[in-house]
């Protein structure tokens, strides 16, 4: 038998085709998508920093306007912090960060929060959380209107002391059956305005992780 | 073999979720809503479509020896290219479904297909076929997401927005209004008591069915001279 006939390469041959087939079909899909699916993730994006800090109130372009650093003081386990950050006409206006509250019930649960120039809290969402449905998911706007109550607040309001859940005597409402999750946001964002109050104002003038993409 | 007769064993006599217990991971972790549902069920029931289709096209190509390698190729390329479209075109669905969908490679209803019936049937028949199946597979998700959503929120295809955009937001129903929300059907035991509840609900409305037929066919043979009573 010659070895061009030899079934084992037959086979060989049959598998690259449609290794090559497959691959070439999921080039084309890529291609075809790929504007599509960065343009969705930019929307996304601006989509929830927008929730935060309205569209009306900054002319950059925050989504593209960000650093990122890391602070093992105010942020648990050394995580990467983006900041993201907010300009009228070139004064600063708020900056958002995207971090990680890790004392949750189940897994880390991703936060941005707000903060506006003066050291105030523009607002704070729960972009993404594994938390116990029904009990815990009440942090999620979709489920409850308990996070739009950090909107306002300071590290001088409520007093330090009040800085936490009312189960251990702060002014922050726990949730029936669940403790551990809004105490696990409220020292995250305490440890965020923390953080700003000390070296938040910096963050304005470092240059940006990605080039903006229209400079005002 | 008739389409009439593949369309039905797909769809009921040979259901993926309800009679032959395949693709159970995904079937239990999504079906918490109507639209997670139906959105993985869909999904699954395109990657049937088209995998059936690709494998049948490639029968005289592929030797005995080789066909399950390039059954996981082929599987794999159409669930990445779906993977793909749906983060494109349904963006936030995708990621509340998220990782079930790259997953569906790993569904042994598509492979299992593939083997049984793409591998041995000519195109149409085998399109006919994945159709069938995966509508099946998405039915008992659907059926298994009402009932867990109906009994955990107290609503009906909540989240509608996230598969057919803004008019979505009208279609949400909800049924018990200020539902304290019922937790044990939402977390995953809800979601093997409830599969256990409908397979039984399809047993015997299966057995009813093969009763009916029975009795309707009793008459003719007392017809036929034999006297039974």
């Known amino acids: 038998m010659s070895l061009a006939r030899s079934p084992l390469l037959k086979s ?11 691959t070439t079909l999921l080039a084309g899909v890529h291609r075809l998508t790929a504007d599509r699916i960065a343009d969705q993730e930019r929307r996304m994006v601006l989509e929830q920093l927008g929730q935060i800090v309205p569209p009306d109130r900054y002319d950059n372009a925050m989504h593209e306007d960000y650093v990122t650093f890391r602070d093992e003081q105010h942020f648990p386990q050394g995580q990467e912090v983006t900041a993201y950050r907010a300009r009228k006409g070139s004064q600063p206006v708020a900056v ?37 449905p029904g009990l815990g998911d009440a942090i999620d706007t979709a489920r409850s209107d308990w996070i739009l109550g950090f909107t306002g607040r300071s590290l001088a309001n409520p007093e330090p002391a009040g800085w936490a859940v009312e189960r251990d005597g702060g002014e922050f409402d726990q949730f029936t059956g669940a403790t551990i999750t809004p105490r696990a946001v409220v020292e995250a964002i305490q440890g965020a305005l923390e953080f700003y109050e000390l070296s938040g ?9 990605a080039p903006p993409e229209a400079a005002s | 073999m008739n389409y009439r007769q593949i369309f039905m064993d797909g769809l009921w006599r040979q259901n993926t979720g309800l009679v032959v217990l395949l693709g159970l991971c995904p079937l239990l972790a999504v079906s918490g809503t109507v639209v997670n ?15 059936n289709l690709a494998v049948s096209l490639s029968r005289p190509l592929l030797r005995q020896e080789i066909r399950i390698p390039a059954y996981v190729l082929i599987i794999a390329s159409v669930v990445t290219a779906i993977d793909l479209l749906m983060q494109a075109w349904f963006h936030e669905l995708y990621l509340v479904l998220g990782i079930f969908i790259p997953l569906i490679v790993t569904n042994c209803a598509i492979i299992g297909r593939a083997e049984t019936f793409a591998s041995r049937h000519t195109p149409l028949p085998s399109v006919i076929d994945g159709l069938a199946t995966g509508l099946g597979f998405c039915l008992a998700l659907v059926a298994l997401g009402a009932l867990r959503e109906i009994v955990g929120r107290g609503t009906l295809l909540s989240q509608a927005e996230l598969m057919f955009g803004r008019i979505g937001e009208s279609l949400t129903v909800t049924l018990i209004p200020d539902h304290p929300g019922f937790l044990l059907a939402i977390l995953p035991p809800g979601a093997f008591i409830g599969l256990g509840l409908l397979i039984a609900a399809r047993n015997g409305l299966s057995s009813w069915l093969a009763g009916r037929e029975e009795g309707r066919r009793a008459p003719g043979a007392q017809q036929a001279g034999e006297s039974t009573v």
């Open chain 1, 96 to 132: 958002i960060l995207r971090f990680d509250a890790v004392d949750g019930y189940n897994g880390p649960i991703r936060l941005l929060v707000g903060i506006e120039e003066s050291g105030r809290l523009a607002g704070v969402r729960v972009t993404s959380h594994r938390e116990t």
């Open chain 2, 37 to 51: 549902a139906m959105g993985l069920g869909l999904a699954t029931t395109l990657t049937l479509v088209c995998s």
């Open chain 1, 12 to 22: 060989a041959a049959a598998l690259g085709l449609v290794a090559v087939v497959g």
């Open chain 1, 201 to 209: 104002r910096d963050l304005f003038d470092q240059p940006a992780a």
